[in-house]
């Protein structure tokens, strides 16, 4: 099941860019055209310069010390080392009290979409969940949110539009201890690195569960859409700056026509990839699987019209 929605979400990743490698890797004898061909794959599949170039030596080398002449042989060697380029983490529960979770990120990257898909993600599990609608700037952010708890059957705070953010994260606390929820999930609004005053609110506003819990924040989870590219790892730089931030949610990765992102997040933030959004429905929210990733992005194409 989980592998059918990785196959299904990437096909179009593949088909602009990973297409090319599986295709390159499946039929070419190692010459130096090869070696060039497959860097400029890597890199159209937005790994970057540097992690390109670090794994072309390691597999020219490789290969070099075995004696390999064709592209499949190193197949295996560029599976594993791709993998151990990757960070992940497992998320760990706080042995008592609700765990709180912080959804932070640039407008428009899923943060809303990811705050509602958590909790369902969360209550599929069995555990009871809160919603807190910490964006107050903007009335329809509160409303979508809403919309998201009331499908979702999961209870949900919010304040009025234009009220204090840190009020609405101070009550949904207060209102996770008291309903003996598990997980409270706090969706806040976008910022750009250039807007240092709501820089400073998020960061005074991710204390705020403190006050009651006081090893809240559990988790802080940087959304980053993951069409944006490198430009998406510049701003996310800023946002690590101003919060602890726990691990990232690679959000529309289904829709990148680039599917090596995951690879600068975990190369140029050092962050550990914990979730990935694979489309715009309930369960298209997934735990990041750094095999499932790896394999999926290598697979020959076939595999995915035989999913079909
Ligand atoms: N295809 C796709 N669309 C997504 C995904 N996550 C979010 N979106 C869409 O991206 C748009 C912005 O999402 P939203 O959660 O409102 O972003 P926010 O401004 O950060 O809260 C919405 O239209 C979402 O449906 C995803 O994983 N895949
Ligand atoms: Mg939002």
């Not at 690679?250 to 190369?267: E, I, R």
Request: aromatic share 4%; with cysteine; charged share 20%.
């Amino acid at each position: 099941m989980v592998n059918r929605n990785w196959q299904e979400a990437l096909s179009r990743t593949k088909r602009a860019a990973f297409g090319r490698l599986s295709t390159l890797l499946g039929t070419s004898e190692l010459t130096p055209e090869f070696w060039q061909e497959l860097e400029a794959a890597l890199i159209q599949a937005d790994l970057g310069v540097k992690l390109t170039l670090g794994l072309i030596k390691e597999l020219r080398d490789r290969s070099a010390q075995e004696g390999m002449t064709h592209a499949s042989q190193i197949v295996s060697e560029l599976r594993t080392n791709l993998l151990n380029r990757l960070i992940t983490d497992n998320v760990q529960a706080p042995s008592s009290g609700p765990m709180v979770i912080f959804v932070i990120g640039v407008n428009g990257s899923g943060k809303t979409t990811t705050a509602a898909r958590l909790a369902s993600h969360y209550k599929r599990q069995g555990k009871i969940c809160m919603l807190a609608a910490a964006d107050t700037y903007r009335a329809a952010a509160g409303e979508q949110l809403g919309l998201w708890a009331e499908r979702l059957n999961i209870d949900i705070i919010q304040g009025n539009p234009g009220s204090d953010p840190g009020a609405v994260v101070y009550n949904a606390t207060q209102a996770a201890v008291a309903r003996t929820v598990d997980v409270l999930i706090i969706d806040t609004s976008g910022r750009m690195h250039t807007q240092h005053n709501l820089m400073a609110e998020l960061q005074k506003v991710c204390r705020v569960p403190q006050k009651i819990i006081p090893e809240a924040p559990h988790q802080i989870l940087l959304v980053l859409d993951a069409t944006t590219g490198q430009n998406g790892i510049s701003q996310a730089r800023s946002f690590l700056e101003s919060v602890d931030v726990s691990g990232v949610v690679l959000a529309k990765l289904d829709s990148s026509s680039k599917g090596g992102v995951g690879f600068n997040v975990s190369s140029e933030l050092g962050l550990p990839i914990l979730y990935v959004g694979l489309g715009e429905s309930e369960e298209d929210l997934l735990a990041f699987s750094a095999e499932a990733y790896v394999d999926e992005l290598l697979a020959p194409s076939e595999n995915i019209a035989q999913s079909k």
